[in-house]
């Protein structure tokens, strides 16, 4: 026996209340300059707008009766997809990266870590340093505070510690967020 994890049934589009796709028997009807022209028959609006060269647009279909207006109906799609464009390129994700240092780390590692570190606050993300302590070395957590500590002050200039280093089970975990400037 053979079964489809998918359903074959094409998706409904959702049809904007443009035109012969207006439901409504009565609009409230706006023309292009912005003034009332009353509750009109949805056909003679069509009508009217189509002796205007436009089209008659629903704005408020939630409205007893719904507000449509004449207007350029492709141009005002195109500049509603301009403007979602524009609002998605100025959001910003800040993604959490993450640099894992060690209690006996060698001071040309730790610069290494250091450049990356900068790089990933210079494009805007956030960085969690943890060091994770192996066997023994748990009973020595200052010396991962310590290497902690160094190591916020070597990029305090690019960004700036949520809080103070916290112990999360065997690792010593901060959160650096990027400086505003």
Do not use: W
Not at 34 to 56: C, H, P, R, S
Not at 74 to 98: D, F, G, V
Not at 155 to 169: A, F, L, R, T, V
Request: charge should be positive; charged fraction near 30%.
């Amino acid at each position: 026996m053979f079964i489809r994890n998918y359903s074959r049934v094409k998706p409904v589009k959702q049809v904007d209340p443009v035109n012969e796709n207006i439901e409504s028997d009565q609009v409230l009807v706006i023309d292009d300059q912005g003034e009332k022209l009353g509750v009109l028959n949805t056909q003679t609006a069509i009508q009217m707008a189509f002796d205007k060269d436009l089209d008659l647009v629903v704005v408020s279909p939630g409205s007893k009766p719904p507000v449509a207006k004449f207007m350029d109906y492709s141009r005002y799609r195109y500049e509603q997809q301009r403007k979602a464009k524009e609002m998605k390129k100025k959001t910003q994700i800040a993604e959490l990266k993450e640099i894992r240092l060690s209690p006996t780390i060698d001071k040309h590692d730790l610069e290494t870590k250091k450049s990356q570190c900068i790089k990933f606050l210079q494009k805007g993300h956030k960085v969690k340093l943890s060091i994770r302590f192996k066997g023994r070395m748990i009973t020595h957590v200052e010396v991962g505070k310590t290497v902690m500590n160094t190591f916020l002050e070597m990029i305090q200039e690019y960004g700036s510690s949520d809080g103070k280093p916290s112990m999360d089970g065997r690792s010593l975990i901060v959160i650096v967020s990027p400086n505003k400037n």
